[in-house]
């Protein structure tokens, strides 16, 4: 009897989710009218084939030369022009050229059949690697840039606040064009290797604040005992100190790192094929803007959503120990 | 340091220490304590007690004179803090145990790391002295799920598994539940019987007259006077600390 009576807050907050709802709604409708009214004609069915593609795999002609199909069109070869190269191809489902065509290096001879990623996706891979590597080289750095924050010594301390103030007080941009240009010319990085770099030294200045709240969060008195009992100062803080205190970053080392995926969307402007770059070069061969930058925010979504239900779940795992 | 007596295991000399802001802590105190002897200090809060007792293993610094245990000079830069401080055991008022730990590794954790002692023999002695102090069904707890009283006697054998040759206690029992004050007590008081050296800052009277040796008064950071208990608490010849045990009398 009693479960079957609700109790009048669980009434009142179905009502709020109503509204939610209702809210959601509204403006979901408010976007569509307005569309409507701008005379713009949208084609979401042009976009998958840019996520996911099915026109299979390219083959390409890897010198000049002519192009020779045998009788039954299974197999393609290729004669050099200026030489006695050959190249035989099979495997294929369509044939773009036709018998005897002089082709030229890197043209489209065939295609085979299949699935590939298309623009987003190998867009989408490059912000989840460049966020990924430059996590790895930020964590570290950040580290040691905490820790030099909390140090008595004043030259690690100052050394550790320069660069913090300085990262947190410059534009990430104008950080990865220095990086791009400047730092990229005189160490001849690649726009990758420039382009984690500026991420991770980015990146590096926030973490170290972070591990700087963690390890001042953890009370004073567990120093004083580990002190107390002979231990050196490096020994307290690894066994100690850090233990405690990187637990207490998680959830902000994860809003971190869901803000370097989003930050990373900057490398776009040195010619790195990022998610976001994917989708500008997307939308010059669609004309659909709208749809491919919809795309690309549930794209991004999609990737910084599944880390923080990740991190969540780790936190809870955490909890329980 | 030829001339010291080798009975002493801790000398201290015109210690002052002034804070920061100005406050005068310590005022020109000097203090003795020989080996297997059981010192008390009591006073009122902000007498200078808890500060004159993280001097002794430098948890504190000093702006004046000379502390020495077992020979060494506590404040000198020149000697080796941490491994004087494996022979000054260290309890806190507020216990301290690592949270992140259970209680067997607490104990183990320092044996360990810094003596570098082979961990089957630590986690032994570890075992025993949780034994000791009556927690050997605990050793598998974090702090956490452990009371009051039953953290800080694991606190106590974590400070013991250095083997010491003193044992400093910053008011261990001021942050407990009523209840459990006596455990803790019971414990100090059997390592007291074996011969411990023992500083024990501390509101308990009781303690103090059962088995301190001597019992010292602190007030605004001097020792006003100092004594064996039965003469220190029924026949004490000075005014301030007559006052102080009558206010605490009183309650």
Redesign the interface.
Known sequence: MSSSAKKPTDRVSWVWHGVYALVILAIGASLYFASKRIDYSWHWERLPEYVISTEGEEIRASFDGFVEISEDGKTLTMTEMKGSGRETFSGFSQVLVGQGDLVFQNDVLARKPGIRPGPLLIGLWLTLKISAISLVFALPLGLIAGLGRVARNPAARNLATTYVEIIRGTPLLVQIFIFYFFIGTVLQLSAFTAGVAALSVFTGAYVAEIVRAGIEGV?R??M?????????YP?SMR??IL??AL?KTLPPLTGQFINLIKDSSLVSVMALTDLTKAGREVVSSTFSPFEVWFSVAILYLLLTGSLSLLVRRLEKRLAHD | MTDRNPKLLIEANGVSKQFANGTQALKNVSLTVERGEVLCIIGPSGSGKSTLLRTLNALEEISEGDIQVNGHSVHNRKVDLNRLRTQVGMVFQQFNLFPHMTALENVMLAPLKVLKQPEAEVRARAEQLLAKVGLADKAQSHPAQLSGGQQQRVAIARALAMKPSIMLFDEPTSALDPEMVGEVLEVMKALALEGMTMCVVTHEMGFARAVAHRVLFMDHGEIVYQDAPAAFFDAPRNERLKTFLGQILKN
Do not use: I, K, T
């Open positions: 009370a008195g567990q004083e005992a580990a002190r107390s009992l002979g231990m050196s020994q066994y100690v233990p405690q637990r």
